[in-house]
């Protein structure tokens, strides 16, 4: 066996790799949604949702927020784990798990991006 | 997204090239890192990629990491017998050749571990609750024909006292106990006789490598079963599965060995991914990691990381058999007993780093016990002792 040998299997083992990586990365990237459009049938699965902040809270663990777009609005919970800077019409970008609390639906934000 | 993941597979590769060719910096520690400033790195990325980014790394690392192991440890030709095979090569001026069966062995346990995966859950799922207690009888079994084998009484001397100094090392609760132990057993031991001995590496020939078919064969699969099982139990790593596969496939020469050698710890990685998913369980410190920050590990994202494997694992081919490359050109004109100076102050400082003042008098202790088996001429696997006896224990206790 000689490295040209070798390089072809790599060839090869890298393009089915790239495969892979190509049709599951398509199927598990989170689309944006608008907000009107999430109900319970998305109940556990990963959301993305993006609005403008309508409602603002701070509690000694949780950050809480209602957000807003064209279709409609939603709670958002985020743990303290350091300072977000947003306030009140902050438009903001948020993924996490679909959840429900006292039969309404809210977002447990992994990740929230402010955008303005 | 796409783009995303290529990127992190790119730095993964990087990243695990640093760690496989910086003796001591290992892939556990750089993902521990990235747990901790993950609150940081998650403001700017996703824990998917972040998983991706280790993923890559760890595979990466398994390939590259026989590069120092080699190049950075050769004895003197008077204890050839007693050497580990790849510094038999490279003392032979074939540092190349060594390096690029671990390769070949890494890959082809990669390619087969993933072809594998359909037949391994059912196993993990039925027979791995039936075959559990009795691992213990089975490793006793394996120590005994270790030992056997040798048929000199320092073999069983050897491996009971570095079993009872495994098993002291791990009473002590000390932080990275294994970074010392197994530096001092089977890495200052050596280098001091080689510095000792005033070794010369030779100049380095590339030339066509020869692999017997059936030698091939009997490595690669021996590897991808004996480092599959191995990967199910808890205390069981690669280094185990290298003492049981070798005295389960007898006869295998010095390039089936390194085939060997070098598939495990890739074949380690992706089973780890596969136990992870069937019964929640990594046996793998990075995959551990990697999983506190991806929560949850879907069929999709198993198989996405596969195939991240897969393309890691096809680079890091590329990375090691390059850098391999410069290191043969290199190497023969180091001042070789420099080299060893400074890497046993690289070591020992690291230890001290990791470990504090108990980490030097362990590795003191190791360093005694790995010059033995050089010094009375036998098997530096009995050193392996440090981890079975303690595994033994585990399971028979």
Redesign the interface.
């Known amino acids: 066996m000689d490295d040209n040998t070798l390089y072809k299997i790599c060839l090869i083992s890298a393009l089915i790799g790239i495969f892979l990586i190509l049709v599951i990365a398509n199927k598990i990237e989170i689309k944006g949604s608008d907000i009107g459009n999430i109900s319970e049938k998305n109940l556990n699965e990963k959301v993305k949702v993006k609005g403008y902040v309508t409602f603002f809270k701070e509690t000694p663990g949780l950050y809480i927020m209602d957000i807003k777009d064209n279709t409609g609005n939603i709670t958002v919970l985020a743990f303290k784990d350091e300072k977000i800077n947003i306030t009140k019409n902050s438009i903001i970008e948020v993924e996490g798990s679909l959840t429900k609390y006292d039969n309404e639906l809210e977002i447990n934000a992994d990740i929230i991006r402010i955008l303005e | ?2 783009a995303e ?2 990127i992190a597979i790119l730095l993964g590769c990087i990243v695990g090239t640093f760690t496989g060719l910086t003796p001591g910096v290992h892939i556990n520690l750089v993902s521990l890192l990235i747990l901790t400033f993950s ?2 790195l ?1 403001k700017f990325t ?3 990629l972040i998983a991706i980014f280790i993923i890559s790394m760890s595979i990466t690392h398994t390939f590259t990491d026989f590069i120092p192991s080699c190049f950075l440890g050769a004895p003197e030709s008077d204890n050839v017998l007693s050497a580990l095979p790849g510094h038999r090569l490279l003392l032979e001026g074939k540092g190349y050749e060594a390096v ?1 069966l671990t ?2 062995g890494s ?2 346990g ?2 087969l571990t993933i072809i594998s995966i359909p037949l391994m859950i059912p196993f993990l799922k039925f027979i791995f609750p039936i075959v559990k207690p009795y691992i213990g009888h089975f490793l006793i079994i394996i120590a005994a024909l270790l030992i056997i084998r040798e048929r000199k009484i320092w073999a069983l001397i050897l491996f009971l006292l570095s079993g009872v100094f495994g098993l002291a090392v791990f009473s002590l609760h000390m932080k990275d106990p294994l970074f010392p132990m197994l530096s001092g057993l089977f890495g200052i031991s050596m280098l001091l006789l080689s510095y000792k001995q005033n070794t010369k590496i030779p100049p380095q020939i590339k030339s ?4 017997e078919k059936s030698e ?1 064969r009997k490595a690669t699969f021996s590897s991808v079963v004996v480092g599959s099982i191995a990967s199910f139990f808890p205390g069981l790593g690669p280094s185990q599965a290298a003492i049981i596969a070798i005295e389960l496939v007898r006869k295998l020469e010095t390039k089936g060995f390194l085939i060997l050698v070098g598939s495990l710890n890739t074949v380690n990685m992706v089973v780890s991914l596969v136990t992870l998913y069937v019964i929640d369980k990594a046996r793998n410190g990075s995959i551990v990691i990697m999983s506190q920050i991806l929560e949850v590990l ?1 069929k ?2 198993l ?2 990381f ?6 890691a ?3 890091a ?2 990375i090691t ?1 390059k850098t391999t490359d410069l290191f043969a050109k290199i190497m023969p004109k180091v001042n070789y007993r420099l080299l060893c100076l400074c890497i046993m102050a690289f070591v020992t400082l690291l230890a001290f780093i990791l470990s504090g003042f108990l980490g030097l008098f362990v590795l003191l202790i190791g360093t005694s016990i790995g010059m033995i088996p050089q010094l009375k001429n036998i098997g530096k696997s009995h050193l392996m002792g440090c981890l079975l006896l303690p595994t033994i224990l585990y399971f028979i206790l």
């Open positions: 997204m796409i993941i290529f609150v940081f998650l996703s824990p998917l690029f390769v070949v890959l082809l990669l390619i066509e490598i020869k692999i091939l879907t999709d994202y198989i996405l596969l195939g991240v494997a897969l393309v694992g096809s680079i081919t590329v058999l």
